[in-house]
């Protein structure tokens, strides 16, 4: 199993690093030699060609903040930029997303970004993919303990997955 994890986040300080830090703590004790793709901090130019999807990748773990119901602009051009023969390899991609809003404004949204890439996954690839979604609500109004419960969440899911 190799699993590649896309981050996708401009602020270094910001919760969806720690949420990276529990993600990669999780997917070094199953795959130490895991490669991480920091889509913000990769030159502009290099972004479509970063970490291409090869033979060996058989899960790609997607971490980033959901801003208006929707994934950021480079998550989708690193998503588009690949083809269908890029995903051959590919069984399962889990999506780690934080909300700053409640569970119900997403759903009254209707999860916009979730059906959008569950969509571009199944046209891109030519086989079925496992789309395991970690949404982690009401960040906005979060406190040190929920942000905690949210990280061990997180470790637990992404661990789960990885072991199936």
Same mark, same amino acid.
């Given at each position: ?11 270094? =300080? ?12 999780? %997917?070094?004790?199953? =795959? ?22 090869? =033979? /060996? ?8 903040? *959901?801003? !208006? ?16 023969? *890029? !995903?051959?390899?590919?069984?399962? %991609?889990?999506?780690? *997303? *934080? ?5 119900v404004?997403a ?21 079925? /993919?496992?789309?395991? !979604?970690?949404?982690?609500? &009401? ?5 040190? &303990? ?8 997180? =470790?637990?899911?992404?661990s ?5």
């Amino acid at each position: 199993m190799t699993v590649l994890v896309v981050y996708a986040h401009p602020l270094h =300080e910001s919760f969806n690093r720690a949420v990276l830090d529990a993600v990669l703590r999780v %997917v070094r004790s199953h =795959e130490p030699g895991s490669e991480v793709v920091d889509l913000y901090r990769t030159t502009p130019a290099s972004v479509s060609a970063a970490a291409d999807l090869d =033979e /060996i990748v058989d899960t790609v773990v997607l971490v980033y903040p *959901t801003w !208006w119901t929707a994934q950021p602009a480079l998550l989708w051009q690193w998503l588009l930029d690949r083809d269908a023969s *890029t !995903w051959t390899g590919v069984i399962r %991609v889990v999506c780690v *997303t *934080t909300h700053g809003g409640k569970r119900v404004a997403a759903v009254l949204a209707g999860r916009a970004g979730r059906f959008a890439l569950r969509s571009l996954l199944r046209d891109a690839a030519d086989h079925r /993919i496992a789309l395991c !979604w970690v949404p982690l609500y &009401g960040l906005d109004a979060s406190d040190a &303990g929920d942000r905690e419960r949210m990280l061990r969440q997180v =470790e637990s899911k992404v661990s789960q997955v990885l072991s199936a």
